[in-house]
């Protein structure tokens, strides 16, 4: 039998690469030179690299062990593109601070949208990403434009080396037209406290019954280390939000979710629901999706029985398996009863 090698989970989930890649041209940025002497003091190997889209160089013999390398390789870039990709329907653009994120989470997105070898990328040109987002928000008026910053990375781990999410808070703090959004597992947060934001960035944790998170989502912060995180946010003024994804049914799930509500309940004073938001997606995947589970994490113990699912066609001709509608019903109302009897106030965004 094959074993998953995962490393211990650890304390504080700090992000410290075992290698990093830089490009040339990141070294023209004063940020670039900064990382550059930081890691190298910290006696990380740097290697010099010709593109941050082409790396080659990571170990690996199998797909895991390539896939775990990979989370653990740092590529310094500058991002070239001067369009963004559209994030629809929940913001217009997705803002490109960071690609990919050091968690080992079996049913990320990313394990499909990323490849095999997902490495975490930042870019050094922050000031030209902000630019450009400049120049959309200004194309838009006077409509208002919403940038999402995790479309494609949980950007919280890296943020202690780049200060990107902090930049990019503030300089849509001081836009009057355009909003930010991201979301984040992750707990290393207090760097973000204290940046202006003038409420217009909403901070959004993804949250699950800590059962589901201890099973599944490895090398990330509990779900009370989560919860205490958002506590602080919430203090810190920022508009919250909360993604309960993915909702997932097994033995004792209901008592699980209470206990989840019960937490969030007990950290977030009333003060600090002033405006709060829900969005609920219960669990799915698509057979290319299982494919690639199953290669990473052979032992993975995600209920992916299709017979018990119900197919639901997609738009691009492949679809997804999602719990049956019985099944969907009873998630339904346990959530709703949840969030009637503990966050009246918050506006849920969808429940699927
Ligand atoms: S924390 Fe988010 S981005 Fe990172 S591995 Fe988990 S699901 Fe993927």
Redo the contacts with the bound molecule.
Sequence with gaps: MTTTVLEPPATKHIFVPKRVFIEPAALEYELGRHLRDYFQTAGIPITVTGSHNRITGIPGKTAQEGFLEAKRTLVIGVRKGREFQTCKPSAHYQLPLVT??????E?????TNLGKKPYLRIYVNIDEILDRAKAYIKEHLPRETVFEG?AT??PVPVERYTGALKQAIEFFGQQEHARFRFV???TDIDTLLAAKHNGRTRFRF?INAATVIKKF?HA?PSMTERVAAAGKVATAGYPLGFLIAPIMIYDGWRQDYSELFAELDRVLKPDLRKDLTFELITHRFTRRAKQNIEEIFPNSQLDMNEEQRQFKYGQFGYGKYIYPKESMLEVRAHMEGLLQKYFPEAKVEYLV
Excluded: H, I
Excluded at 107 to 111: A, D, I, M, S
């Design positions: 990919s994120c050091p968690g080992k989470c049913y990320c997105y990313l394990l995790a990375s949980d984040t597992k992750f993804s989502e990330t």
